[in-house]
């Protein structure tokens, strides 16, 4: 101890010194708290606005997966999908990017993409492996807004491309969808964006989106026809395929084109109405405004005429069959078939109009303009209604009815034939009736009085007869009879040949065709195809070893 | 008596000096022949350090869990995850013990550390003399349990470094795993730096006065 005490006292004083400063080791808790704020304001401030948007239908969108992209780069995320309060619909919490938040109008939209058959063949084909992602414009304006109506079609066009929008009225839709390309001179140059049902009117608008610088071939003049499927035109001239393209077979599509020879016409605006046509053929026809609608009453069958059958004159065709129909008058049982045509009065002079058309048909038929049904071609037996200028025709006019005005009409030399045939069979059979009469009475043993008589009324029953068929042609006057009979013969073989043809082409037809269902097959093929890719996709989706494993 | 009783040796030159007992605030006593820090038991700075460790780890503890670790990408979809959402999405996807593991190493775990030595600090500055062979224990466990808590890191940066196949698969690290890393490492140090046996110095020091 004493030894220890005795260094003790050796020892120095511990130098004593004053740190007001606490241990530095508080500066540890402080840089946490500094980079614990930093970490929170950045995710805080790089937050997007959470908007909600609203769709028909969930399908394809999963919370938590499914992705919102602008022009395909990933922008947000579908964070939770809810019901709306009446079931109707579904809504998409969605959260959005701070950059595209920033961008975000109002005018905003949002739209699902899934794979489908489109323009360039199938679209959305990454969505098999990805599923379904929501798409978005943010818009132009800058008003932000939180609730938006989602589009079940994504826009064909992105929003920045140029071109001019058209509209199309036609009939039906077809088998046009959006996305329905626009060819011209089979180049594609555009798509149908929207179609809509008119309100008013029977009719479909569409719309169209013709890119830049394709627009400018549209013109005044331009007729749009419905590219749709394969067209085939059998008439007098001949068989006509034409087919745009084969996309436009499955999918439905547009062409246009400026018949040549017309004048085209100033180039269209934006906006611009077009009728669309039934197809190439028709949009070739020249097109007059003005149509004037007439009923036609035919003696004889009207078989192998149909709606859109042509009206001629002097084999230019002027109209055409809008409805063929059926009419019985209750009292006298008469069965009529009121045949109603369209004619376009402009073809015999561009400057008619309607008042001053109907006048100068009325003018025409006063001066011997009568309608007849024409055969077109024996072989398929195609009729048309010509117009023609009678001679001598007994007088008529055009009689205004309840509904259309009664075009006068007159049978056909060809109608006639039969009826000729007959009467000169009937003068025929009533002489021989009238020899058979004389033979048969006995009086013919009695006298040689009675023989003369019988000779001379002979006589006279030829002359009756010479002058029955001098009414129809004085030339064919000695074979007429063995022509007749050999024209029948001839016609029946036609006839039958004819229906032979009709057949096979009914049967190629027909709705149980073996073209039929094979077409059907094949789509039924291509639709198990798809379906077997996209359950291997959601496979591969859920387990992705089973690409190295197997399921 | 009292005035010459405590020693003091430094720690980086050895040399032996006289503590000073009048120590007032801020004052702090330096060896008197190379000027390094020199101090008594009674002066350890260890519970201050620890404490500060300690808040350090709770204040990370809050980005930790609400930022996301880890973001795993297959087949182009995916999403990044806080380790709250991982446990869940593991749960949905019926690995309920794989859910049960991540859940208690990565969120009970932490936090029950910062629990055990918020408390064994709080009983030793409140010289408490409750069960110390107890406390004594969940020490040890606590300093042992720390470092596992890191396996969560290490999977992270190993999935990170081996999984890059493009849009196949992918996963990449996000902000949360680097402060879930930082309260692991806070944690660790901060039962490194607890003194055991301060548990036990009120102990001593009535031993020594007796």
Known sequence: ?551 | MAEHDALLQCRVCGCLSHASTQLKRFEVMHCPRCGARVKLAQQSNSVEVTWALLIAAAILYIPANMLPIMSVYMLGAGQPDTIITGAYHLLEAGQWPLALIVFVASIVVPLLKLFTLSFLLISIQRRSRWRQHDRMRLYRITEYVGRWSMVDVFVIAILTGLVQFGNLARVDANLGSLSFAAVVVLTMFAARTLDEHLIWDITRQEESHT
């Open chain 1, 1 to 551: 101890m004493n030894d220890n005490k005795g260094l003790d006292d050796n020892l120095p004083e511990v130098e004593v010194r004053e740190q007001r400063w606490p241990s530095p080791v508080w500066l540890i808790p402080l840089a946490a708290l500094l980079i614990s704020f930093w970490l929170l304001f950045q995710a805080w401030y790089q937050r997007g606005p959470i908007v909600t948007v609203q769709f028909s239908s969930a399908e394809g969108i999963e919370p938590g997966k499914t992705e919102v992209r602008y022009k395909a780069v990933t922008v947000g995320k579908v964070k939770k999908l809810k019901l709306d309060n009446e079931l109707k619909y579904i809504e998409a919490i969605i959260e959005l990017n701070k950059e595209i938040g920033r961008h975000l109008g109002s005018d905003a939209s949002f739209w699902v993409v899934r794979p489908r058959v489109n323009r360039s063949g199938v679209s959305g084909l990454g969505t098999l492996f990805s599923g379904s992602y929501i798409g978005m414009d943010p818009g132009t304006d800058n008003d932000d807004q939180s609730f938006y109506k989602g589009a079940e079609r994504p826009p064909v066009i992105a929003p920045a491309e140029d071109g001019k929008r058209f509209f199309l009225i036609s009939d039906s839709l077809g088998s046009m969808d959006v996305g329905a390309p626009v060819f011209y001179k089979q180049l594609q140059v555009g798509e149908v964006i929207d179609y809509e049902l008119l309100d008013n009117q029977d009719r479909v608008q569409l719309e169209l989106f013709i890119r830049a610088p394709y627009f400018q071939y549209v013109h005044e003049n331009t007729r749009f026809w419905n590219a749709s499927g394969v067209e085939l035109n059998m008439n007098s001239t001949g068989a006509e395929f034409r087919m745009e393209s084969l996309i436009s077979v499955l999918i439905g599509g547009v062409a246009f084109e400026t018949p040549a020879g017309v004048a085209g016409g100033e180039v269209s605006k934006q906006g611009d109405t077009f009728v669309l046509h039934r197809n190439y053929a028709s949009s070739q026809e020249k097109q007059y405004a003005t149509r004037l609608y007439y009923v036609m009453y035919f003696d004889g069958s009207v078989r192998g005429m149909g709606v859109g059958s042509a009206v001629e004159f002097q084999g230019i065709p002027i109209g055409k069959v809008e409805k063929i129909d059926l009419k019985m008058d209750k009292d006298s049982l008469a069965v009529r078939v009121p045949v109603l045509v369209s004619i376009q009065p402009q073809y015999f002079d561009e400057s008619l109009t309607k008042e001053t058309g109907e006048i100068a048909m009325r003018k025409l038929v006063e001066k011997g303009m009568r309608a007849k049904l024409d055969t077109v071609s024996f072989l398929t037996g195609q009729k048309v209604i010509t117009l023609s200028m009678e001679t001598d025709p007994p007088p008529a006019t055009i009689k205004a009815t309840q509904f259309y005005s009664e075009f006068p009409t007159t049978g056909t030399a060809f109608e006639e034939l039969p009826f000729i045939a007959t009467d000169i069979m009937i003068s025929l059979d009533e002489t021989l009736a009238g020899i058979n009469k004389l033979v048969n009475s006995g009086k013919l043993d009695k006298t040689v009085d009675n023989l003369n008589k019988v000779l001379a009324e002979a006589e006279q029953a030829v002359k009756a007869a010479k002058e029955t068929l001098k009414t129809v042609d004085k030339d064919t006057l000695p074979s007429v009879t063995n022509d007749v009979n050999k024209i029948s013969q001839d016609l029946s073989n036609t006839m039958q040949k004819i229906q032979g043809s009709m057949g096979q082409l009914d049967r190629l037809t027909a709705q149980n065709s073996p073209t039929q269902h094979q077409l059907q097959e094949m789509l039924e093929e291509v639709t198990a195809a798809s379906r077997a890719l996209r359950s291997l996709t959601e496979t591969l989706q859920r387990q992705p070893s089973a690409l190295l494993r197997g399921k």
